[in-house]
């Protein structure tokens, strides 16, 4: 029987293998990240492995993949249930400062800790907002609809395979052997030739809706490593002639403890694609969509850490609006000194960052330990482990998707967008979207709790 980390793992490892044939530029990333990885636990050894060990690091990887309806959501989550990954989040990406995507998003992860730690691959998923009047007019709409109800992203066999891993947590060989295939075929670029003026007139109103509702099938958008030292693979890879964007989105680089996380990626060369004039002519063209992205991960933060992020985001932004492009990273890291804590343990006590607390072994146990969780910490009773953030970024995420299309698209400013919330994207999916924040509070409160029983407190 192959349980359903295994899967997991097994679907990661050959998503990976199968990106870095379709875009070779992938598997360079990935090379460099490794060698990146090498080099920083050599010269910073334990310390290194802080935010996860190598070897998880190492094999991390997350996905997107766009789908077009509701109903393909669905059946997305079913593949995604079968390996243990849950949505989580909610990005509604339509009305991000940077852009205007026709699109609404989550996560799919794996939720339990040990499950993280054995194999945390998350991939972001993105639905088409069809029913947006400000991205697609009446015309359109019927002409998408009638497109995408007449398509099959995933078929019955692989369907059922998926649900009996979910709800048997596990498959025999053969049949995981079977599944595992179906599903890494499900997402690789298709060679069937491309109606050239209906993917044209989708991409008047965006590239992303062109590359979602343009085509037939689904497939894997990039597919990002983790990295220990973003700055320096950002400089290696630009040192091998290859053209990132201009930023790591995210925090910038600081002496303080890494929060949340930083991205950055390049375009991908433009990879050849069958389009289908409408004389029927078959052409062989190209279509520049997909691209490589890279990412380091930090710290948690809190509900209070988070809202702190996000103001200071806003003091960068008016801050280095008067000044050169690239002093915006000098800009930043100052804003950074200034409001956030520089050591995780303040980041701990001043409740901004996500902590499990663990008893210090062997600590001589004199008198009774304090109850509050400041003094526990100070008088080395309880040492703070950082929770590694999952998720995803909304603003990054609409900057990554931005800075790899080639034209910007269209949006009728002047009408009122669809409501899209986190509730709404559940009922689609008829699974419920979690929310990161509660999951990284049961995860800090759970271990509170172990403390507490430890100490033989009440609560801590
Ligand atoms: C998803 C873009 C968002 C990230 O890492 O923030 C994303 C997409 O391009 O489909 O992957
Ligand atoms: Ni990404």
Known sequence: MIGQWRLRAAFTARLSRMYGREVPAYAELVDVSREVNEDVLRARGAAAERLGSIGRVTAERHGAIRVGTPGELRQVARVFGALGMRPVGFYDLRDTAASALPVVSTAFRPVAEDELDRNPFRVFTSMLTVSDPRFFDADLRSRLTAFLDGRELFGPELLGLADRAEAERELPEADAERFLELAVQAF????????????????????????????????????????????????????????????????????????LLRQTS????????????????????????????????????????????????????????????????????AVWTEHLPPTERELAERGLGFFTYHLVPGRPRKGRPATDLGA??????????????????????????????????????????????????????EREVLDPFTLYERQRDASLVRVARELDLDSV
């Open 376 to 429: 526990l910490l100070r008088e080395g009773w309880v040492r703070a482990e950082p929770i590694v953030y999952e998720d995803f970024l909304p603003r990054s995420a609409a900057g990554i998707f931005q800075s790899n299309l080639s034209s910007t698209g269209s949006r009728d400013g002047a009408r009122e967008g669809s409501v899209y919330d986190a509730e709404r994207l559940s009922g689609a999916m």
């Open 188 to 259: 690789e670029l298709s060679a069937e030739p491309i109606d050239r003026d209906w993917y044209a007139a989708l991409e008047r109103v965006s590239a992303v809706a062109a590359d979602i509702g343009g085509v037939r099938s689904t497939h894997i958008n990039h597919l990002t490593p983790r990295v220990l030292d973003i700055d320096e693979l950002y400089r290696r890879m630009t040192a091998r002639g290859i053209e990132m964007i201009d930023t790591i989105q995210g925090p910038p680089r600081w002496e303080g403890p890494d929060v």
């Open 266 to 333: 390049f375009r991908a060369l433009a990879e050849p694609r069958a389009l289908r004039a409408a004389d029927g002519t078959v052409t062989r063209g190209a279509l520049r969509v997909r691209f490589g992205e890279v990412e380091a991960r930090g710290i948690a933060l809190t509900r209070e850490g988070r809202a702190l992020y996000d103001r200071l985001l806003g003091l960068v932004d008016e801050r280095a609006a008067h000044r050169p492009a690239a002093e915006r990273g000098e800009v930043a890291r």
